[in-house]
T-cell receptor, first 119, second 109 residues
Framework: KAGVTQTPRYLIKTRGQQVTLSCSPI?????VSWYQQTPGQGLQFLFEYFSETQRNKGNFPGRFSGRQFSNSRSEMNVSTLELGDSALYLC??????????????????FGDGTRLSIL | DAKTTQPPSMDCAEGRAANLPCNHS???????VYWYRQIHSQGPQYIIH?????ETNEMASLIITEDRKSSTLILPHATLRDTAVYYC??????????WGAGTKLIIKP
């Protein structure tokens, strides 16, 4: 079974530009979460989608946005890039679904991330 | 804030069991504890999770104390490839993982 796939693996942009990152979840997983990882802040939650709806959002400015498609694939977009946006962006998918039941404690499975460098 | 506390670093000899402790005294009764590890330049890898009972899979064993205030991840026969940062993680009320700084485990030959 294929794992979570993130593209591209590496990206170099300049300040002021925008970027779109892509994530293909594990087949059958409908929950997709995005994280930003930096050496100083560690892993920080960006947002989570389930069935094309944003369910949760972390404490990031509105320049960070995302969406999920009907096939559960997800994209995140960062506009007006700043030097501080340089980070590893990680996507995770899960069998988690709302409500109680067997799926409430399903672990998230991560891709290897997109390393974004801002010059 | 992270709900878990881990030592920042640990060493273990190759071939020996690596025991990684985690304190989660503020975790609620119905919250699972998850363990992940991250090898440099890769995404976090899921290892194991548990609620009350001890758990074992092909990668590791998880021992949870009866009062659920702490747990220990056991890698039974550590290899050099087990060198990584290990995260013990709880969840918030929205089922989101709360990441701390983790434990940097170094396996020495």
């Amino acid at each position: 079974k294929a794992g979570v796939t993130q593209t591209p693996r590496y990206l170099i942009k300049t300040r002021g530009q925008q970027v779109t990152l892509s994530c293909s979840p594990i087949s059958g997983h409908r929950s997709v979460s995005w994280y930003q990882q930096t050496p100083g802040q560690g892993l920080q939650f960006l947002f989570e989608y389930f069935s094309e709806t944003q369910r949760n959002k972390g404490n990031f400015p509105g320049r960070f946005s995302g969406r999920q498609f009907s096939n559960s694939r997800s994209e995140m977009n960062v506009s007006t890039l700043e030097l501080g946006d340089s980070a590893l962006y990680l996507c995770a998918s899960s069998l988690w679904s709302p409500g109680r039941g067997a799926y409430s404690n399903q672990p998230q499975h991560f891709g290897d991330g997109t390393r974004l460098s801002i010059l | 804030d992270a709900k878990t506390t881990q030592p920042p670093s640990m060493d273990c000899a190759e071939g020996r069991a690596a025991n990684l402790p985690c304190n989660h005294s503020t975790i609620s009764g119905n919250e699972y504890v998850y363990w992940y590890r991250q090898i440099h330049s890769q995404g976090p890898q899921y290892i194991i999770h548990g609620l009350k009972n001890n758990e074992t899979n092909e990668m590791a064993s998880l021992i949870i104390t009866e009062d659920r205030k702490s747990s220990t991840l056991i890698l039974p026969h550590a290899t050099l490839r087990d060198t990584a940062v290990y995260y013990c993680i709880g969840m918030d009320s929205n089922y989101q993982l709360i990441w701390g700084a983790g434990t940097k485990l170094i396996i020495k030959p």
